[in-house]
């Protein structure tokens, strides 16, 4: 399942789902959305794990939920915690952090 972030509750939907995968992205960020496609590309592979755009310029509250100094980050989140994240612009990167956590 994928969505992009319509308010800032990105912590209710890491409370409410066993295993989150988000995209911190901005509309200005040119890897951000060459990104995008390759994430939706892994959400429609992973059915277990929920995918979530999140515009890191909109919605602070749930950019504090990982530390993103650059974007595209990618982080994931199992169980209500944190578990990793990346910042890239790689899709073989982005693909080993989303196995790390939706394989399992």
């Known amino acids: 399942m994928l969505q992009e972030l319509a308010e800032d509750n ?3 939907l890491i409370e409410e789902n066993t295993t989150v995968i988000v995209q911190y992205s901005a509309s200005w960020c040119g890897n ?7 994430f939706k590309k892994l959400a429609s592979q992973h059915d277990t794990a929920v995918f979530v755009i999140v515009d ?4 602070t509250e749930s950019r504090k939920l990982a530390t993103v100094d650059n974007l595209p980050t990618f ?7 944190f578990v990793n994240q990346v910042q890239t612009n790689k899709f073989d990167i982005l693909k ?3 196995d790390e956590v939706a394989s399992n």
């Open 75 to 81: 982080a994931t989140f199992k169980s209500g915690a």
């Open 10 to 12: 990105l912590s209710q």
């Open 56 to 59: 890191a310029e909109k919605y």
């Open 96 to 98: 080993e952090l989303v």
């Open 32 to 38: 951000c959305r060459i990104m995008k496609p390759k």
